[in-house]
């Protein structure tokens, strides 16, 4: 099975800020990747598709890059709607995997 | 607009059954492989199961292999999860979640509670 490793666990930020997460695979997984936000009671909610591919309706300061087994997700100014936990998933074979989270929140 | 709605969560016993329920519409659901996914209360998310567009190609997480199963009706645009043996470790928000190609994932539903408790 594929292990998905995110780094921070948490982060406290201030709007404005540029807020930079980051997934790693244990295994190759090309750009098979995708991140999610998911706010409090709500389903998850796609950013990033392909690693780097912006989901449509989603704001331009969100952005992805990486491929193989290191991967971040930029918020580049944090705006008070983002606080919010944000998971990786990988989807190059299954099991399917999620990273653990990394949760957002305001300084 | 996609939407997925799941049901039939709830309350049930150790050693219990339940079946979950996903009503799809916005979208040629016969065309797309479905997913469901779950979430224990304040931990993250655990990928459970998937289904292709035909049925043809099933995947279970280990952790349900055995006791959960996963089909569709396409004539009725719903997804199902028949949950037997069922564990107070199973006790998790349940999400269906279509994939759009390549195993991943894009639109979720709700979520459906299922508590699995004496």
């Known amino acids: 099975d594929i292990q998905m490793t995110q780094s921070p666990s948490s982060l406290s930020a201030s709007v404005g800020d540029r807020v930079t997460i980051t997934c790693r695979a244990s295994q190759g997984i090309r750009n098979d990747l995708g991140w999610y936000q998911q706010k409090p009671g709500k389903a998850p909610k796609r950013l990033i598709y392909a690693a780097s591919s912006l989901q449509s309706g989603v704001p331009s300061r969100f952005s992805g890059s990486g491929s193989g087994t290191e991967f971040t997700l930029t918020i580049s100014s944090l705006q008070p709607e983002d606080f919010a936990t944000y998971y990786c998933l990988q989807h190059n074979s299954y099991p399917l995997t999620f990273g653990p989270g990394t949760k957002v929140d305001i300084k | 607009e996609v939407q997925l709605v799941e049901s039939g969560g709830g309350l049930v016993k150790p050693g219990g059954s339940l079946r979950l329920s996903c009503a799809a519409s916005?979208?040629?659901?016969?065309?797309?492989?479905m997913n469901w996914v779950r979430q224990a209360p304040g931990k993250g998310l655990e990928w459970v199961s998937s289904i292709s567009s035909s049925s043809s190609y099933i995947y279970y997480a280990d952790s349900v292999k055995g006791r959960f199963t996963i089909s569709r009706d396409n004539a009725k645009n719903s997804l199902y999860l028949q949950m037997n043996s069922l564990r107070a470790e199973d006790t998790a928000v349940y999400y269906c979640?279509?994939?759009?190609?390549?195993?991943?994932?894009?639109?979720w539903g709700q979520g459906t509670l299922v508590t699995v408790s004496s």
């Open positions: 979640a279509r994939d759009p190609g390549l195993r991943a994932t894009d639109y």
């Open positions: 916005g979208f040629t659901f016969s065309s797309y492989s």
